[in-house]
């Protein structure tokens, strides 16, 4: 791709050959915006942040840290000959399923500490307090703690049910199941034989002050210990005056569990001794975490923590007076005091920054969300765009800013807010590339860099770099194809609802006590701008209803074992009532379910999070067809002769695999100032296996040889074996041959973990009777793999299975047999049902802000 052009103004790329990347060359203009689009997997991800922001970030560290060299090294250099033209670049990188560390919108962003600052400079005191340092008004701070519940909002403190689950066993039997294990479990045990204690009786045979005593005393006491001797020996002992083994301190259960969750330096220690702590909220705050003398400052009438519950867009109404030149000091009653013209201004200066950083959020749509809204319960996209609205607000220019799917979780209403602000990026004289598959975007482009022709191996090529007109003269591009309209999508036979699953009453968040009706045995679309309530209605409400109608737990859309923890006291810059609103989203759904449930026996979601965290899960194994290739394995002469069984193929068994990496082929590396990392084992180079296992051939292929294999060579290499063939032949068909079988899921895109997931679910598809529940399955894919799912999920409606979606895609849409539109706008703007019915009934809706672009999607 060469044309001429002045130097300074592209960034030249020469020799990419990251992952599947073949030897790109290829010139981006600076100070505009550029879209990589192609189909999923073809490299898009790979050149604009596998290379591009990977070198501009290699470049930094070498800069800032001479010493992160080694490290850098360590995990492979961006595979490129050279980029020159490089500005410093941003990556506003959407995080799927990363755990996110307990903070909020306001800690995220930083608005927090204005309003600390607007408080303890302008709040309201009550006569004869003294003003307060801004420090005290973070319950993350000693001094601006509530005392009662050191900030955290809630008291923490055992029960007998929670620390004995069960009180048929006896003190050896570890009854006391939080009690920490192995010599600590025996120290404690040897201990309560020298006070004089049976440990041999089951617990709820003890007396209740003994029990009392050993589950939730503050002594400490010091005793002789005889080390697992029995309490008859014990006894004689202590009369003799014996010598004991050692002296032992005794620690209850309860203090043991308190002082483990605020002093362990482990997380995972933490997280184990939060599992016997119940919360109730402070008394004393109420769960406002901050101290009495903190919360009886106001601002308008509020103290803090009610501030930054208030939903950004009231938070503008109210701060705009002041902006103005309002006297912060008036109340809410609106009574004139004496406030200092000194302090007024002050007030003024603040709210003109608050509103401006707020303007930011609220002018991508995230109005609806407060201060003090944890962060784990953001979308992906809801965070990127939180991150996106800081940027606006910091004023940087130069540099690249690379971002990843920013439509993702955004109506079409949404986008153009997004586009207007990567508009302003760009205008402050920065660089924005976009890896996007929204035809919408895609066409407000300067310039497009297309990947292709397909995925993987078939891909990662550049095939069209330039203004986006000329792509319509290249023939490979599936892009240009769906760009320029130039052929008809497949169509699909639209079902006719007949029987109803219904929600009647449903409350959760903004949803207040609404009805909805989903079609059985139907491809179902919930739409809705941005907080309208459709992952309120769909994956909390629904999901939670029908699997408690099953009895089975409701699938988890958080992250793994995401059981309520109490949040972290030691946690970084933190909003106070982060706590009280994670507690008001603990509330479970109100609401029953009516109609034709009989008719839903399972209930499975398929989402975007990867199917595993580390390089030990992959294709192969979550799909389970690598069960089947350890048996042909196993069932080879020269394995029968060394007495290996399937076992032996197993990576995650010791016998067969490399002992170094203990079969993940990887070693983690840590890395200052990054997220963990892998780099290739050095003693099997990723093979995973032991020499001896590797010395044993099927078909003159080593197991670690079948795991180099794409699924597309697998299914040749395995055609005559049908057991293996028939879960490869689902991935083929699904679009994921290129995949190799051993790829860790840690590779996988959100779209490829999703695939795999439907994959692994249409082998099943036979069962019928079950409610799939997507939210935002088109994310990551472009519209040639949009038209792949629909026949996938269609297959599932088909075999009389019930899909529900939620989804902005609208030609997505426009397919679907039934729309359920939400809204009319967010928050409390919105949780109603603002239509449902056909694509085109809902599309002649006049209420409905999705309607104009559905009609378009329905064309
Ligand atoms: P896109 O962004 O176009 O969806 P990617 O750049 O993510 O595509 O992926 C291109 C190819 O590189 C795919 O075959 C993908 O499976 C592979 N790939 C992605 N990440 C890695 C990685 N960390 N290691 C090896 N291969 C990868
Ligand atoms: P959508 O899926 O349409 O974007 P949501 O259902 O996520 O909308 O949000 C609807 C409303 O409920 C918004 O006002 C949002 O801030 C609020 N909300 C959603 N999830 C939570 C939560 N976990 N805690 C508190 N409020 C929430
Ligand atoms: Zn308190
Ligand atoms: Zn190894």
Redesign the pocket.
């Known amino acids: 791709m060469k044309t001429p052009h002045p130097k300074h103004d592209f960034i030249e790329v020469r020799g990419a050959r990251e992952h599947n990347l073949k030897d790109v060359d290829v010139d981006i203009p600076r100070n505009q915006l550029v879209v990589f689009t192609g189909v999923s997997g073809s490299g898009k991800s790979s050149l604009a942040f596998g290379t591009i922001y990977a070198e501009a970030q290699r470049r930094y560290f070498e800069s800032v840290a001479p010493y992160a060299r080694r490290l850098i090294d360590q995990v492979g250099v961006p595979q490129v000959e050279r980029i020159t033209g490089l500005p410093p670049a941003v990556a506003l990188q959407q995080q799927r399923g990363a755990a996110t560390a307990r903070s909020s919108v306001g800690s995220v962003t930083t608005i927090s500490s204005l309003v600390r600052m607007l408080y303890s400079r302008t709040g309201s005191y009550p006569p004869g307090q003294p003003l307060l340092a801004a420090t005290e008004f973070s319950p993350n701070m000693p001094q601006g703690a509530c005392p009662h519940c050191h900030g955290l909002g809630r008291l923490y403190d055992v029960d007998e049910a929670t620390l004995v689950p069960d009180d048929a066993l006896t003190l050896r039997e570890r009854a006391v199941a939080a009690w920490p294990g192995a010599w600590q479990a025996q120290n404690l045990r040897d201990i309560l034989t020298s006070l004089g204690h049976d440990i041999d009786v089951p617990w709820r045979k003890l007396p209740k002050k003994t029990r009392d005593w050993i589950l939730f005393t503050d002594e400490q006491p010091q005793v002789p210990v005889y080390a697992g001797l029995p309490l008859r020996e014990v006894q004689r002992l202590l009369r003799t005056e014996q010598p004991p083994s050692y002296m032992g301190t005794f620690i209850s259960a309860r203090r043991y569990v308190l002082q483990t969750f605020a002093a362990s330096q482990s997380a995972m220690m933490k997280r184990k001794a939060a599992q016997f702590l119940v919360g109730t909220p402070c008394p004393v705050c109420q769960g406002k975490r901050l101290k009495p003398q903190a919360l009886a400052v106001t601002f308008a009438g509020l103290d803090i923590a009610d501030f930054t519950h208030l ?1 950004l867009d009231d938070l503008a109404a109210l701060l705009a007076p002041f902006a103005a030149g309002a006297d912060a000091d008036a109340g809410a009653d609106g009574a004139p005091s004496r406030l200092s013209a000194e302090k007024q201004l002050v007030a003024q200066r603040i709210a003109q920054e608050l509103l401006g950083r707020i303007g930011a959020l609220t002018g991508l749509g995230l109005g ?3 201060l003090d ?2 962060t784990p ?1 953001l ?1 992906p996209g ?1 965070l990127q765009r939180l991150r996106l609205a800081t940027q606006l607000s910091s004023q940087l220019f130069g540099v690249v800013y690379v971002l990843d799917e920013p439509s993702a ?1 955004l109506h079409p209403a949404d986008s153009e807010a997004l586009l207007a602000a990567l508009d302003r990026l760009k205008a402050a004289g920065n660089s924005i590339f976009v890896v996007e598959h929204d035809l919408a975007t895609i066409r407000r482009a300067d310039w497009l860099v297309d990947v292709g022709p397909d995925a993987g191996e078939r891909g990662g090529r550049v095939l069209y770099s330039g203004a986006p007109a000329g792509l319509a003269e290249v023939e490979a591009s599936h892009t240009r194809r769906y760009l320029f309209g130039s052929d008809s999508r497949p169509q699909r036979t639209r079902r006719t609802p007949r029987d109803w699953l219904q929600l009647l009453g449903v409350q959760r ?3 207040r006590g609404i009805d909805a009706a989903f079609p059985i045995g139907c491809l179902t679309s919930v739409t ?10 769909v ?2 409400a629904l999901l939670e209803l029908v699997s408690a109608h099953l009895g089975q737990r409701a699938p988890q859309a958080e992250e793994e074992g995401g059981a309520e923890l109490p949040p972290d006291a030691t946690a970084g810059d933190d909003d106070p009532g982060a706590a009280a ?1 994670a507690q ?2 603990a509330g479970a759904t109100r609401g029953t379910l009516a109609g034709a449930v009989r008719q839903i026996r399972r209930l499975v979601l398929v989402d975007q999070k990867p199917i595993g965290r580390t390089p030990r899960s992959n294709l192969a194994t979550y799909t389970g067809l690598f069960d089947g290739v350890r048996k042909l394995f196993a069932a080879t002469p020269a394995a029968r002769a060394r007495h290996f069984d399937a076992g032996r193929f197993s990576f995650n068994i010791a016998k067969g695999r490399c002992p170094t990496c203990e079969g993940e082929g990887f070693v983690k590396v840590e890395l200052a100032f990054l997220p963990m990392a892998y780099a290739p084992c050095p003693t099997c180079h990723g093979a995973r296996y032991n020499s001896e296992t590797l010395a044993v051939t099927w078909n003159g292929m080593t197991i670690a040889d079948v795991l180099h294999l794409t699924v597309e060579a697998a299914c040749e290499a395995f055609a005559g074996e049908p057991g293996v063939l028939r879960p490869l032949q689902v991935l083929r068909e699904i679009g994921l041959g290129y995949l190799r079988l051993g790829q860790p899921a840690t590779e996988l895109s959100g779209g490829e973990a999703q695939r795999i997931k439907l994959a692994t679910e249409l082998q099943r598809t036979q069962h019928g009777h079950t409610l799939y529940v997507l939210d935002e399955p088109t994310t990551g894919l472009h519209p040639a793999d949009i038209d792949r799912l629909l026949l996938q999920l269609d297959a599932f409606v088909q075999a009389g299975n019930t899909v529900v979606v ?1 989804e902005h895609d609208m030609h997505f849409v426009a397919r679907s047999d039934w729309v359920i539109d ?1 809204g009319p706008g ?3 703007q ?2 109603s049902i603002v239509a449902s019915g056909t694509p085109e009934e809902v599309a002649r809706e006049a209420a409905s802000r999705t309607a104009p672009y559905l009609a378009a999607g329905l064309a």
């Open positions: 939903p609806y969300l407060s809204r944890a319960t979308s809801e979780g968040n903004n949803l809705g701008v941005s907080g309208s309530g459709k992952s309120s209605l994956s909390q609103s008001d989203d939620v939400l967010a928050g409390a919105g949780g």
